[in-house]
Structure formats: structure tokens, C-alpha cells
């Protein structure tokens, strides 16, 4: 089905199932294969060789790369072929090669991706990820089943990271990060196991954090990290200066909320 006074540019050789919804001024290019219950919002562009399988809803203004792979069953052995969903937000990059699965009804049953990320070549996506807005996963970055990704995250190439985890914003993994605990916000991280080096100050200052802001973040990690505290404590003692700072709520917030415990 496509949306009235569509401008489609359409390849020949592409295969659309008649449930499919196109919006305006979509490309659809050679050999790709849109299937059952798939809606592509206006102004995509699916490159050739890309499969998107639904129930998958795709936004407005994304661009999917070459041999992408969108929308697929998830990757766990208790799926019996129950109708889950893929939700993918605005003006998304994927390049070649990414894999994102919808999600189980074990959890949610949805896989959501947010606004304006950039998924470069290799990424895989597990079944019930949630994925915010403004991150980056550099090339071979994957996420395990059921993570959950904040706002502003950048994930160093062939990043991995652990089954219900959370990622904080505006934190930074290196290459070949092994991510098994959660990593809270601000935080860079490195190694395998993934442990803390430090805050994610350049990240901060490009998007827009004032000195203060960033010493403040600053002081936190060292309460975080640096005093001896246990996380309750550590907690308690944050929570004030949050009161001073509100650029360290995320941060209280995150810490109060229960997970898999932080990298230590």
C-alpha cells in the first residue's frame, strides 16, 4: 500500500508484500525485499539487498545501507512464532550488515530504536534491546538481548555488551569493550571485562556541558570511584549534590534504579 500522491523510486527487481505501507518519496533499491506488515515512514532510502521483515514501524527520514537485515525473528530459542514488533524512530543510519531482531514476549515484545542514531557496518541488535536517541555503535558493536541504551552513547567498535544490561548517557565504551555490568552515565569504559577510566568529558563538552557541569561530573566519578564507598553509600552521598547540580540526577537516578550492578 502506498501512501496517496507517493513519489516512490522503486527498483524493479525489489519484492513488496501487498500489506506493506510505503510513505512519500521512498527509494527502495534493487533485490530488496520488504515483507508482511512492514511500514516504512517518508523520505527513507532502502539501499539493494536489504531485507526488512515485520511487524517492523520505521519513521520517517531513515537511511538502511546495503545487505542490512531489519525486523528479523529474534535469535532466542523460546520464540514459538509469536507476533512481536521492531519500532524504529527518525533519521536513523544503518550501514551494511546490520542485524536488529524484533523482540519476545518474554519481555516487552518490542525492540525500539529512538532518533538520529548511527549504526555502522556489522552492528547486531538483539530482541528487546531499547536504544535512545544521538548514539553511535562503531563498527561490530553488539548488544546482547534485552540491553537498554540511553540517549548519547557512543560504543567503540567491536563493543559487547551483556544480556540486561543498561548503558547510561552520554558514556563511552573503547574497542573491544566487554561490557558485563551496567555502565553509568558519563562513564568510559574499557577492557574485557569492561571496567571504569575516567568520565566521557570531551562528549560532554561537544554537546553542550559547561565547565562547571563537567567538573561536577567529575566529582561524582571520584565518589563513585575513588572514595572506598559501597554503591549505598556512594548513593547517599550523591543525592545532595545532584540537589545542587541537576546535570547529576541521570546519574543518581540510574544508580537508584536495580540492574546487574555497576563496572567497578
Known amino acids: 500500500m502506498y501512501d496517496a500522491g507517493s513519489i516512490l523510486l522503486i527498483h524493479e527487481t525489489a519484492v513488496i508484500d501487498p500489506s506493506a505501507r510505503i510513505g512519500r518519496n521512498v527509494h527502495i533499491g534493487a533485490f530488496s525485499v520488504i515483507g508482511p506488515d512492514v511500514h516504512i515512514g517518508d523520505d527513507c532510502v532502502i539501499g539493494p539487498h536489504v531485507t526488512i521483515e515485520g511487524p517492523t514501524r520505521m519513521a520517517a527520514g531513515n537511511r538502511v545501507y546495503q545487505y542490512a537485515s531489519i525486523g528479523a525473528d529474534p535469535q532466542d530459542k523460546k520464540y514459538a512464532g509469536e507476533e512481536t514488533l521492531l519500532e524504529i524512530g527518525e533519521r536513523n543510519t544503518f550501514r551494511e550488515f546490520v542485524t536488529i531482531n524484533r523482540g519476545t514476549v518474554q519481555d516487552n515484545g518490542v525492540t525500539r530504536i529512538g532518533d538520529d542514531n548511527w549504526i555502522m557496518a556489522y552492528v ?33 567498535g567491536f563493543t559487547l555488551v551483556h544480556q540486561f544490561c543498561r548503558v547510561g548517557a552520554h558514556s563511552f565504551s573503547s574497542m573491544g569493550s566487554a561490557v558485563k555490568q551496567d555502565v553509568p552515565p558519563f562513564v568510559t569504559v574499557a577492557g574485557n571485562p569492561a571496567e571504569p577510566h575516567g568520565v566521557n568529558s570531551e562528549g560532554l563538552r561537544r554537546r553542550g556541558y559547561s565547565r562547571e557541569a563537567v567538573q561536577a561530573v567529575r566529582r561524582a566519578y571520584r565518589v563513585l570511584y575513588k572514595q572506598g564507598l559501597r554503591l549505598e553509600q556512594a548513593l547517599e552521598a550523591l543525592r545532595p549534590m545532584a540537589g545542587e547540580h541537576v546535570e547529576l540526577l541521570p546519574l543518581v537516578e540510574f544508580l537508584a534504579e536495580e540492574g546487574r550492578g555497576i563496572v567497578r
Do not use: W
Open 124 to 156: 547486531h541488535i538483539a530482541h528487546d534491546c531499547q536504544v535512545g536517541c544521538r548514539t553511535v555503535f562503531a563498527n561490530g558493536a553488539s548488544l546482547a538481548g534485552h540491553v537498554r541504551v540511553a540517549d548519547d552513547v557512543i560504543l567503540g
